[in-house]
């Protein structure tokens, strides 16, 4: 009798417990159809922050995440995101632990994202930057190569751009690793792997740059960066080209015209720092935010400079993203959904707004120390040039004739190269492909 | 005794007070450097020699990169 008792007292529990398990993955359900994805998201982590959600409920969250970005999470607590336990919580959680150096947690949870097909690439990338940390470059290159071959294949524009992202940063740590590595050629080959129409290839020029630096073709190192000087790639921001390319002169021992590098980068940039400052020493509440919606053409005419650093901010897939789940949450507030949670919404999309404004703020503080930088490098090659040119002098050096200038037997020509002339045209399929043709002369005497 | 030792003091007194010391200074002085001679040894040459000073060799850091390990982090923070 007694057992009967209980028997049946734990069948009405489960049966309860079922039912509002139902009555709440239903109301989760009902909120997503009608579209207030914001709301049925702070439904069900108000719900289950301190416990493990059911899988229904999770596949849901899913479905959410997927549509809305994963920029919710981003103050979520390690305990908090590990008891959500879907594959964008893990993947945060792994990036967090790679942030702080906890390489054996990431990889931890790196491996449980591993058999999900659609987070493969990031993880994949992400291991690769755990290994490269690691100082493990062998494994850090299997990691790249792998995931470089994983191809987008969403209908989704905002979610292919995404996809694919993935697959140059890949392509491009590839080469990064091979750099490390010192195996310059091969991070070449890496670099060339990133198609000219991403948003990743001008930063490769300059990687690329350097590798031939390495293997001392500075004739090649010159005619890589004078793509930057094509109208197509203006809005791009490289202070540290002008030194390479200064650097290279210095080389091949052309002082001249390596000091008028120097000097016109003085001059180029020490305006532009100076509005930089100008800039960050303000301090209006959500300025940076607002800068990204200022009208572009008021903008242009006021600073064609800080319009080509947000050209370049507004690149980057995490702030399409932003942006995209920032519209989000004034779709659902305008349709004011009586289901709607409209004060947390508002509360969520100030928050994402700090987020916005925090990521432009610390993009701009980079631009200005790229400069800083790039100018103290400067200003130690040109006493280095003071210096070789006073010993040329007391060593009674003269200068070579620069007739050799331009000879195609300056180049350092490969088996498949073929060369044409620069006719001051950039044709977007030669860009990245030019290479000067000067004689190196520090050996002998220069008149 | 005592006047004695009296009369002496105050003969003494009237010597000092007697005696008047004038200073005089010479109006003009006159110095024959070129026959001056100075009795001594040479020990360092007598010709004028310049020594060469070692030339300081800059040897500046100048800009060269070794790795991208900063990027590859950023870049990841920048796709999501």
Redesign the interface.
Same mark, same amino acid.
């Given at each position: 009798m007694m057992k009967l008792a209980l028997l049946t007292l734990f069948f009405i529990i489960s049966l309860v417990h079922t039912k509002e398990k139902f009555t709440f993955s239903q109301k989760v359900q009902k909120n997503i159809n009608r579209g207030n994805l914001y709301t049925a998201l702070l439904d069900i982590t108000d719900k289950y922050k301190r416990s493990r959600p059911p899988k229904e409920i999770r596949e849901q969250l899913i479905l959410i995440v997927e549509k809305i970005?994963?920029h919710f999470f981003n103050t979520f607590s390690d305990v908090e995101l590990r008891n959500i336990g879907i594959p964008t919580t893990n993947l945060i959680m792994a990036?967090r632990n +790679? @942030?702080l150096g906890k390489y054996h947690y990431a990889l931890k949870r790196l491996n449980k994202l591993m058999k999900n097909e659609k987070f493969q690439a990031?993880a994949l &990338? =992400?291991k690769g /930057?755990v290994y @490269? $940390?690691m100082g493990l470059i062998k494994r850090a290159i299997s990691s790249f190569e792998k995931c470089s071959q994983i191809d987008g294949d969403s209908k989704n524009g905002l979610i292919r751009f995404?996809q694919e /992202? =993935?697959q140059n940063?890949c392509r491009?740590?590839l080469g990064?690793a091979y *750099? $490390?590595n010192k195996e310059f050629e091969k991070a070449i080959s890496a670099y060339n792997l990133v198609p000219k129409k991403s948003a990743k290839w001008p930063?490769t020029l300059l990687?690329k740059a350097?590798a031939y @630096?390495h293997l001392e073709n500075y004739n090649r190192v010159l005619g890589i960066l004078l793509t930057f000087n094509s109208p197509l790639l203006e809005s791009y921001f490289f202070p540290?080209a002008q030194?390479?390319k200064a650097?290279s002169y *210095?080389k091949l021992c052309y002082f001249e015209e390596s000091e008028h590098i120097i000097n016109v980068f003085y001059k180029k940039y020490k305006p532009k720092s100076s509005e930089l400052s100008k800039l960050l020493s303000k301090r209006t509440p959500f300025q940076f935010f607002n800068l990204i919606f200022e009208d572009r053409s008021v903008l242009k005419r006021r600073s064609l400079f800080l319009n080509s650093l947000l050209t370049q901010i507004e690149k980057?897939?995490?702030?399409k &993203?932003d942006l995209n789940s920032l519209f989000g949450f004034n779709s659902e507030i305008y349709k004011a959904s009586i289901h709607s949670r409209i004060k947390d919404i508002s509360e969520m999309q100030e928050d994402l707004k700090n987020q916005i404004n925090h990521s432009v703020k610390l993009s701009m503080y !980079?631009f200005i120390n790229q400069i800083h930088s /790039?100018s103290k490098?400067m200003f !130690? +090659?040109q &006493?280095?040039i003071?210096?070789k040119k006073r010993?040329n002098l @007391?060593k009674k050096k003269t200068i070579l004739n620069k007739d050799e200038d331009g000879n195609i037997k300056n180049l350092d020509i490969g088996a498949s190269d073929i060369f044409w002339d620069f006719r001051k045209s950039f044709w977007a399929d030669e860009l990245g492909d030019y290479t000067l043709a000067l004689k190196k002369s520090c050996s002998k005497a220069r008149r | 005794m005592r006047l004695l030792t009296l009369f002496f003091i105050i003969a003494s007194t009237n010597l000092i007070a007697e005696k008047k010391v004038i200073i005089k200074y010479k109006q003009y002085e006159r110095f024959d450097l070129g026959s001056m001679e100075v009795k001594g040894n040479i020990i360092a040459p007598g010709d004028i020699s310049v020594q060469e000073r070692k030339r300081k060799v800059f040897e500046e850091e100048l800009i060269n990169r070794t790795n991208f390990d900063e990027e590859i982090i950023t870049d990841m923070k920048f796709i999501q």
């Open positions: 970005g994963p990036k +790679l @942030y990031q &990338l =992400v /930057t @490269y $940390k995404h /992202t =993935v940063n491009m740590n990064r *750099f $490390k930063y990687e350097w @630096y540290e030194a390479l650097m *210095f980057r897939s995490k702030h &993203l !980079n /790039t490098h !130690n +090659l &006493l280095e003071l210096s010993e @007391y | -």
